[in-house]
């Protein structure tokens, strides 16, 4: 791997190991990387370009898709926003749900992933680390998110590069 991690080896996705590489290559270090795709993926880079760790749980589709599937009474729903977090009907409710309850989660895990004391050698501070969303869903949820965050549509393209350049 083209950069020093605290991950176990061996355990991170391509996908997540690629959006480091990109992360580095790109100088966008300390940042917070957030893959909005069929999982939603943190992961969380020191000032010095080490993968210190990070988080995952259902994306949107996902979320979706087990309600439905899980649920007899809920059906399938659109993906897509709607105009209020208290909705009037089932759809609107599921949509709430899921858009509005993944970005809170988003939001939560930046502010936990900031706080941690573990990382006393290589911190990450609110207002200097960046916030970097790519994947699927990215445009979906970024407006919704409290701490913000710039969309790399290409991240993880950058970052497969990046390592296939390495080898």
Known sequence: MPFESDYAKGEAGIDRLANVAAAIELRLNPCIV????????LEAISAQGCFLGGSIFPGPELASAALAGKAKQLPEIELRAPESAVASDTHRGIQSGVIFGIAGAIDRLIDLTIAEKFYTE???????????????????????????????PNLTLTGVAKIYRSL
Not at 122 to 140: D, H, Q
Not at 143 to 148: A, I, M
């Open 34 to 41: 957030i893959d909005v795709g069929t999982a939603v993926t």
């Open 122 to 152: 290589k911190p990450l501070e609110a207002g200097t680390t960046a916030v970097i969303l790519t994947g699927g869903f990215a445009e979906l949820i970024a407006p919704h998110l409290r701490n913000g965050g710039a969309i790399e």
